[in-house]
């Protein structure tokens, strides 16, 4: 887990969860981690995708322990020829409800299976962990539940204006301005100015955002849209 990207650390509520969809774009091998141990402690019982081996194989592990012993692993592997690409995005799924490990492409959980594993002992997930190896780059998209809750978060950013797409501005109150964000369907957050009662509604417009960008601006407060039990504000990681 030490060497994996942390999904954990955008904050994203992870309580309940038996499923995560997710694209990829790389050369090469790559791997999904589910730790059973909130401080990604490897030594702790996990299961591990490594999708796209050197011979084409894609492997579904359980492991007990990091000890990497046979006795400590339970596992499945698979042909899967072109389940990577250089150039494009392919999407894919798992799922781990009740100790039965699945692997499949597209973005509906179930469909398309590739290969599973059952008869494992059932966890649950508290830490997700993802990297791409042997020196080759790799992106990921990871797709996330997005019940919003109504609930806009100032992040404690004063004086802090996003660079994100103003799809709308009006003059009006924050309440008004939230209300408004909230029901729009592209709005993720909004900018205002309570001295001159300005409010800019925001969307990530067409690009792929990884961050929120900002800028420091006087006056202004940059407020996110969050997601479920308030636990998720976008841009307040």
Not at 82 to 94: A, E, G, Q, R, S
Not at 120 to 142: M, Q
Request: glycine residues 6%; proline residues 3%; negative net charge.
């Amino acid at each position: 887990m030490d060497y994996t990207i942390d999904v954990n650390k955008y904050n994203l509520e992870l309580s309940g969860i038996t499923s995560l969809v997710f694209e990829l774009k790389r050369c090469g091998r790559a791997h999904v981690l589910l730790s059973s141990s909130d401080v990604r402690n490897s030594a702790k019982p996990l299961y591990e995708f490594d999708i796209g081996n050197k011979d084409y194989s894609t492997y579904i592990i359980y492991r007990s322990d990091d000890s990497l012993d046979p006795e400590s692993r339970n596992y499945v592997n698979f042909l899967t020829p072109n389940i990577y690409d250089c150039t494009v995005y392919l999407p894919f799924w798992i799922s781990w409800a009740e100790g039965e490990i699945k692997l499949g492409t597209g973005i509906v959980v179930g469909e398309n299976v590739l290969g599973y594993l059952t008869n494992s002992p059932h966890f649950e997930v508290k830490a997700i962990g993802v990297l791409t190896d042997y020196g080759r780059l790799g992106n990921w998209r990871i797709y996330f539940d997005d019940k919003l809750t109504g609930y806009f978060d100032s992040c404690s950013m004063n004086n802090t204006k996003s660079d994100l797409v103003v799809v709308d501005h009006m003059t009006c109150s924050t309440l008004e301005c939230a209300m408004s964000c909230d029901m729009s369907r592209t709005c993720i957050g909004f900018n205002f100015n309570s001295a001159i009662t300005r409010c800019e509604l925001l969307s990530f417009g067409s690009d792929f955002v990884t961050d929120i960008p900002h800028h420091i601006e006087a006056g202004w407060k940059f407020y996110s849209q969050c997601l479920k039990k308030k636990t998720a504000c976008l841009g307040c990681f």
